[in-house]
């Protein structure tokens, strides 16, 4: 498997942001306006929501998609961010054993995305939505799969408590924010699936291999927070 680190211009590696530039940075973020893919265009671009087809032009989603939200949460940890994530069971059919945040469908009886993401998180991991301030969104993010997916940053302070739904979550962990803001650490793998070539976002921590989806909303999410002020 290819690995080989990506530089994007214009992001910034600030691992000192404070809860004010995170709340103003993420209020002036217009989802749909964001960088170009990897390649020798660094222009920010007007383009669709974005999704693994970035890397992939050729990897078309089925249509229709299928609305879904996640929560982006991050945690306030003694002065220093972290982001909270899954890694689902390997029993589960869709993505089984891959790290990700809490989230899914969204239902009709939900309000809204932020709405179905605080839902899912709390019969996922029981995060309690009184736990959670809504921050802002990131792009919507589509996956091969066929789900159109909306990402929720929500900021976490603890004290809280956490319990795992064993049907659909193995482990919860935390990684520091600054982690995902550097870079250094947006690294491009590749393997061959059903006979092609394909590539993807990836950024390993410890035991955990944090790929895919989950990877290419944490680099949206380090380019919103790295945006000029």
Known sequence: ?????????????????????????????????????????????????RGDHDLNPDMLPPAPLVPAAVLVPLVARDGAMTVLLTRRTATMTSHGGQVSFPGGRIDPEDAD????ALREAEEEIGLAPRHVVPLGRLDTYVTRTGYEVAPVVGLVTPPF????????????????????????????????????????YEMPWGEHYIWGATAGMLVNLAEVLGESE
């Not at 994007?8 to 964001?34: C, K, N, V, Y």
């Open 161 to 200: 408590d956490l319990v795992m739904n064993p049907a659909e979550v193995a482990a919860i962990f935390e990684v520091p924010l600054a982690f995902f803001l550097d870079p250094a650490n947006h690294r491009l793998g590749s393997r061959v699936y059903e006979g092609v070539l394909r590539y993807f």
């Open 1 to 49: 498997m290819e690995q080989r680190s990506i530089l994007q211009p214009g992001t910034r590696r600030d691992a000192a942001l404070t809860l004010a530039t995170i709340r103003e940075r993420l209020s002036q973020h217009r989802p749909g306006r964001r960088r170009a893919p990897p390649g020798p265009a660094a222009e920010t671009l007007p383009l669709a929501p």
């Open 113 to 116: 995305a932020v709405a179905a």
